[in-house]
């Protein structure tokens, strides 16, 4: 099989941001080779099985030379893998894609380029700060302000300062007094406007609008670091007016979402939405039983069985899924009653044109063993296909009907460890407000990937009463949703941001 390399721009760090050719690029990566500003939540992504490599550069401590990441990605292209080098913002913007090329072009090592979006213009936006306008500024210019210890900037000042337009001055933070003197010095006035803007589009999204004469003070006032960009220009004075990702609702904070890998979260969707920063990871992983007699036994037989319940999301799917590979007719299912443990795993029977007939006020198991007993008899036989660590009190109230119950295992639930972010590190650095917990093994998963760490300082937010007794035997802060859906973990989300501010 050839190999092939994808450059691949990540934009400035908003998952949002990234391009619809990128994502899919990146979901069928081998191999991906990743730099220091790309988006956490863009990592998280990244497929389970590819191999991951961080070359990512931050001043004064490089992970590898770019001489070394070239051979790097012509080596990998040529083993036979789809190679996919990942670069904040966009590769050809001071990106040095166009280095990685030259060397791939002298491997003979094929390739593509999937353009981003770049900081130069989407950081500005998500500040209120449109890098041009009719009446102030017809032209943009992006400057790198990157230079070696000890030298001066090599920028002509004179010649830029003519054009009269909008500067925008990427990896800057370290050379900005140099800067605005030497804007100042090729006789820009010092009263022109200016901006410093750090971490953008991100959940700790900060910037100093001042003046080019003021801005370096006012940025170390604010203790302004890297990464962040520097802004020079009239549009600068629209920040406060345009002013718009500061104002939704969850602006500012960082949640962490577990799921079980291949389960596309709703609630990330619905945070995202609501203007938090969201790092979705798969804490656990489904995995479909193989060579399952007693399901296959099951299937040819359903003629025998009277209610058919479903306990999450994930076994409505591993079942239809089964269904269709055993080539069993989905009306052989028509005389069944169908229960569902809650709404989300009613949704999931609903997008295959089934509706629930039992479903449960309360949304945990031995609720619906409960619900079961309830209106089932001595004559009914329960098909219960599920998780094979299923809840034990479902069956033991769903038995008091006297009904004869077959609990068959369909799938298993794997524990996962992220391989590109450290959630232990994430969370004794106060990056993460919030941890919602959707299952009692996704507090498990999460535990097991965070390792010895001051569990009193995660906020977990979880959907019922069995994942908040999960999550308080480690001391964590918890807060339970009113109702055991994904659209009521929101809301207490949203209600706590707001309390909280």
């Known amino acids: 099989m050839a190999g092939k390399v994808w450059l691949v721009g990540a934009g400035p760090s908003d998952i949002g941001l990234m391009t619809v050719k990128g994502k899919e690029v990146l979901e069928n990566a081998q191999v991906v080779v990743y730099d220091a500003l790309v988006g956490k939540g863009i990592l998280s992504t990244i497929p389970e099985n590819a191999e991951t490599i961080n070359v990512g550069k931050r001043s004064g401590n490089h992970t590898m030379k770019q001489e070394e990441i070239s051979k790097l990605l012509a080596e990998k292209a040529l083993e036979g893998k789809h190679v996919v080098r990942l670069k904040g913002g966009d590769p050809f913007l001071f990106g040095r894609g166009g280095e990685e090329i030259e060397a791939l072009l002298e491997a003979g090592v094929t390739y593509e380029v999937v353009p981003g979006v770049t900081s130069a213009i989407s950081v500005p936006a998500y500040n209120g700060i449109p890098v041009t306008h009719r009446e102030y500024s017809s032209s943009l210019h992006i400057i790198t302000a990157h230079k070696k210890k000890n030298e001066p900037l ?153 209610v058919l319940a479903f306990t999450s999301p994930s076994g409505v799917q591993v079942f239809f899924d089964k269904l269709k590979e055993e080539k069993t007719d989905i009306r052989k299912l028509a005389h069944l009653k169908i229960a569902a443990i809650g709404k989300g795993t009613g949704k999931e029977l609903e997008e295959r044109g089934i509706l629930v007939d039992y479903m449960p006020e309360e949304y945990e198991g031995k609720a619906l063993g409960k619900l079961l007993a309830q209106v089932c008899t001595g004559k009914d036989t329960i098909f219960l296909p599920r998780a094979k660590e299923g809840n034990r009190e479902l069956v033991e109230e769903a038995v008091k009907s006297g009904a004869l119950i077959h609990d068959i295992p369909i799938y298993r639930t794997v524990y996962e460890k992220s391989t590109v972010i450290s959630i232990g590190q994430e969370i004794q650095e106060g990056n993460i407000d919030y941890v919602a917990f959707t299952s009692a093994s996704t507090v498990k998963s999460f535990v097991e990937m965070a390792g010895q760490i001051p569990y009193e300082k995660v906020k977990g937010v979880c959907i019922g009463k069995k994942t908040a007794e999960a999550a308080k035997q480690y001391g964590m802060e918890i807060f339970v949703s009113q109702e055991a859906t994904i659209d009521s973990m929101v809301e207490k989300i949203v209600e706590l941001s707001k309390n909280r501010e």
Do not use: H
């Open 154 to 306: 090599d920028i002509d000042f004179l010649s830029l300062v003519k054009l009269k337009g909008t500067y925008v001055f990427l990896m800057g933070v370290s050379a900005l007094e140099d800067i605005c003197n030497g804007l100042m010095e090729a006789g820009m006035a010092g009263e022109t406007e200016a901006a410093i803007l750090e971490q953008g589009t991100t959940a700790r999204q900060r910037k100093v609008i001042a003046t080019v004469a003021t801005l370096k003070r006012e940025a170390e006032n604010a203790c302004i670091q890297s990464p962040a960009i520097i802004v020079v220009g009239k549009v600068c004075g629209f920040s406060e007016k345009f002013s718009w990702y500061e104002k939704v609702e969850l602006f500012g904070k960082r949640i962490l979402v577990t799921r079980p890998r291949k389960l596309i979260s709703k609630m990330a969707e619905s945070l995202r939405e609501k203007g938090a920063e969201v790092l979705e990871v798969p804490a656990v992983s489904i995995v479909p039983i193989k060579e399952n007699k007693k399901l296959k036994e099951s299937l040819k037989n359903l003629s025998n069985y009277t």
